[in-house]
């Protein structure tokens, strides 16, 4: 287990090493070499029922595609599920995710009549600042207000969706 992410094991052998990322009932390992892989796998078999899926492709609502040059990720398909909720699905893009006047206020607007749904919108665009860090500085924004959410902080999570 590392110090900075409980969830992730290392092994170190020599010139092996492993990585196995844990989370609930779900895992991507990789190593430094076939015969390494195999035999962690088969080890963790005579302990767990666990199944092989092959080589990742969908990982924690992130697409992943391996090329000659690395992985690309993205989060296109839970991106567009965010806009479902939020009834946006059929909304044109926009060229920036925030607005570049002065700061809302924390009490300017009125008060939602339902701040959880705030909060879970403003919650699934700061898991999207994983592969869009983009929208970060605009998502940290959002988060300013979750505990007292308005008409007028909710137009800015739409914005950025």
């Known amino acids: 287990m590392t110090r900075s992410d409980a969830s992730l094991f290392v092994y170190r052998n020599g010139t092996e090493h492993a990585y196995l990322l844990l989370y609930d009932d779900d895992m ?3 190593d430094s070499s076939t015969q390494l ?3 962690i796998i088969e080890r963790l078999r005579s302990e767990f029922a666990i199944k092989d899926m092959g080589a990742l492709r969908f990982f924690l609502s992130i697409d992943v595609q391996r090329g000659a040059d ?3 990720l993205s989060q296109k398909r839970y991106a567009e599920d965010l806009l479902q909720p939020a009834g946006m699905t059929s ?3 926009i060229s920036t995710a925030i607005i ?3 700061k809302v206020s924390a009490s300017s607007g009125t008060p939602l009549s339902d701040p959880s749904f705030y909060c879970s919108l403003t919650g699934g665009l700061q898991y999207l600042t994983i592969t869009r860090p983009d929208i970060s500085y605009a998502v940290q924004q959002t988060c300013l207000h ?3 959410p308005r008409d007028v902080h909710m137009a800015l999570v739409k914005r950025i969706l």
């Open 28 to 30: 991507i390992l990789t």
């Open 100 to 102: 570049s006047k002065a």
């Open 37 to 39: 892989l195999q035999r």
């Open 91 to 93: 909304s044109l893009p």
């Open 70 to 72: 690395g992985f690309f």
């Open 146 to 148: 979750m505990h007292d």
